[in-house]
Nanobody, 114 residues
Framework: QVQLVESGGGSVQAGGSLRLSCAAS????????MGWYRQAPGKQRELVAR??????NYADSVKGRFTISRDNTKNTVNLQMNSLKPEDTAVYYC?????????WGQGTQVTVSS
């Protein structure tokens, strides 16, 4: 089992920045992929960014603005979000994946006002 706790959400004006962090505990050695999804009201949950074996992937909508990083010494995955837009408003969920399961954090709200 893996437990995930997110922090760092909040409200910001368009053009601003936020940094999300996700701390993992439990069977962390089994994790092979971590990242972030988001879900806006009335929309499906979508992948924002992930890191897998040192390789990063981003949704087209956030490329060049968001940066994902993983700190193995602290068992955290971070999402630096710059140049935020109102359309980035959503609940952001951290996830971790091992060979058989996907684990989710509780979600953190990000609100970007114009």
């Amino acid at each position: 089992q893996v437990q995930l706790v997110e922090s760092g959400g909040g409200s910001v004006q368009a053009g601003g920045s936020l940094r999300l962090s996700c701390a993992a505990s439990g069977s962390i050695r089994s994790i092979n992929s971590m990242g972030w999804y988001r879900q806006a009201p009335g929309k499906q949950r979508e992948l924002v960014a992930r890191i897998f074996g040192g390789i990063t992937n981003y949704a087209d909508s956030v490329k060049g603005r968001f940066t994902i990083s993983r700190d193995n010494t602290k068992n955290t995955v971070n999402l630096q979000m710059n140049s935020l837009k109102p359309e980035d408003t959503a609940v952001y969920y951290c996830y971790a994946r091992d060979a058989g399961n996907t684990y989710w954090g509780q979600g953190t709200q990000v609100t970007v006002s114009s």
